[in-house]
């Protein structure tokens, strides 16, 4: 195998940016287009799906084991922050946000929810603002229970205390 290619073994939990944190349920090996093809089997629970990842793309692919400490306070830390809101159109936002969520970087989708985070004492979200939100607290959240070993919603609630602290 590969040096450089993180190695990942059955029931490790790992990061695939595009849908989360999953676990991998085993590593096997295809037959291609006559071609043998090792690929990890990642199961995501809360989407009800599964991935298979060709172990020699899995870096390219941008599968990386879970945070460690030192990006989750990091990650925290910007939750308490100010929000940084741009003057610019909401579609153009969006798609940025979108981008950070889609990112895997626990920072990046760290931002998006302490930009889109409203206060009790703010106007209402739009409906895309919302999901928005949802999504990038959703997805932090699984990767901040799967580090703390503790249920998701604990993990939204230790979110929200950050999130409280800041405003």
């Known amino acids: 195998m590969n040096k450089m290619?993180?190695?990942f073994a059955a029931g490790d939990y790992v990061v695939y940016p595009a849908h989360g944190v999953g676990q991998i349920a085993g590593i096997e090996t295809k037959e291609v287009a006559g071609i043998s093809l090792e690929v990890y089997i990642i199961t995501f629970d809360h989407e009800k799906m599964t991935?298979?990842?060709p172990t020699k793309k899995a870096k390219t692919a941008g599968l990386r084991p879970l945070a460690n400490n030192d990006v989750v306070s990091q990650a925290l830390t910007t939750l308490k922050g100010r929000a940084r809101v741009k003057r610019t159109m909401w579609s153009r936002r969006a798609q940025e946000y979108e981008a950070k969520i889609?990112?895997?970087d626990l920072v990046s989708i760290a931002e998006v929810v302490r930009d889109l985070h409203r206060a009790d004492n703010q106007p209402e979200q739009s409906y895309s603002e919302?999901?928005?939100y949802e999504s990038a607290l959703d997805r932090m959240a699984r990767e901040v229970a799967a580090i703390e070993q503790i249920d998701r919603d604990a993990a939204i609630g230790l979110l929200n205390k950050s999130l409280i602290k800041a405003a």
């Open 102 to 104: 889609n990112s895997g």
């Open 5 to 7: 290619v993180q190695d």
């Open 130 to 132: 919302r999901q928005l």
């Open 51 to 53: 991935l298979r990842v």
